[in-house]
C-alpha cells in the first residue's frame, strides 16, 4: 500500500513565523500536491510537482513556497504565517501517468495564533 | 473554469438505508472522476475511480455512476451502515494533466 506521510498532525505557530509542512511518500512516485482545506471550500490545491526540483502554481499559492529536493519529500513553506492560514494542509502522491488515483496522507491541522 | 458541486451537503439516515449522493461538474472534458472517503480529522481514501469512457464502477456495497455529457456522477451505498458515516467526496481529473477539482463533500451520519 502506499503511505504518504505528513511531519506533523497538529500544529500550533504564531503570526510572522516561517513555517514548514512535511510531506514523505514511499511509492516513488512523480507527482506531489499539496492542498488546504477549509469548510464550505472543499480541497483547494496550493501547489504540484511532477518532478523533483519541478514545481507548478496550484489555485492559491499566494503566500507559499515550495520545496523539492528529493523524490519522495514534498515540502510546503509559509514564509510569514498569517491568521488567514489556519485551515487543514493536505499532501497527496500520484505516478506519473495521467489521470493515476491520488493518495492522501492523513493531514496536518495549522492554527497560526 | 471547471467547478465542482456536491449535494446535499449533509444527509442523516437510518441504518439500512439505500442512498445516493449527487455531484456535479461544469466542464466535461473530464480525464475521471473519483470519489473519496474522509473520517473526520483524517486525509482522503479512495474509494472508486471512473475513467471518462466508463459509465460506472463497483466495490462491495457502492457503486458509482457517471454521466459525462450531463455533468453528473452518484454515488449509490447499499444496505447503510453506521461504519459508513463519514465526508464523502467527488473530484474531477481534468483532462490531458493530473490536476483535481474537488467538491465540498456530503457529511452523511448512518444511524443505529
Known amino acids: 500500500d502506499v503511505k504518504v506521510t505528513q511531519s506533523s498532525r497538529y500544529l500550533v505557530k504564531r503570526t510572522g513565523e516561517k513555517v514548514f509542512l512535511e510531506c514523505v511518500q514511499d511509492?516513488?512516485?512523480?507527482?506531489m500536491f499539496w492542498y488546504r482545506q477549509d469548510p464550505g471550500l472543499g480541497l483547494r490545491l496550493i501547489y504540484f510537482?511532477?518532478?523533483?526540483?519541478?514545481?507548478e502554481k496550484g489555485d492559491i499559492p499566494e503566500g507559499y513556497s515550495v520545496s523539492r529536493e528529493k523524490k519522495e519529500r514534498f515540502s510546503l513553506i509559509l514564509e510569514s504565517a498569517s491568521t488567514n492560514q489556519t485551515s487543514m494542509y493536505l499532501c497527496?502522491?500520484?505516478?506519473?501517468?495521467?489521470?493515476?488515483?491520488?493518495?492522501f496522507g492523513d493531514g496536518t491541522r495549522l492554527s497560526i495564533l | 473554469k471547471q467547478e465542482v458541486t456536491q449535494i446535499p451537503a449533509a444527509l442523516s439516515v437510518p441504518e439500512g438505508e439505500n442512498l445516493v449522493l449527487n455531484c456535479s461538474f461544469t466542464d466535461s472534458a473530464i480525464y475521471n472522476l473519483q470519489w473519496f472517503r474522509q473520517d473526520p480529522g483524517k486525509g482522503l481514501t479512495s474509494l472508486l475511480l471512473i475513467q471518462s469512457s466508463q459509465r460506472e464502477q463497483t466495490s462491495g456495497r457502492l457503486n458509482a455512476s457517471l454521466d459525462k455529457s450531463s455533468g453528473r456522477s452518484t454515488l449509490y451505498i447499499a444496505a447503510s451502515q453506521p461504519g459508513d458515516s463519514a465526508t464523502y467526496l467527488c473530484?474531477?481529473?481534468?483532462?490531458?494533466?493530473?490536476?483535481?477539482?474537488f467538491g465540498a463533500g456530503t457529511r452523511l451520519t448512518v444511524k443505529p
Open positions: 511509492m516513488d512516485h512523480e507527482n
Open positions: 510537482s511532477y518532478d523533483v526540483k519541478m514545481k
Open positions: 473530484a474531477v481529473t481534468l483532462y490531458n494533466n493530473n490536476d483535481m477539482r
Open positions: 497527496a502522491s500520484s505516478a506519473g501517468e495521467v489521470g493515476q488515483p491520488q493518495h
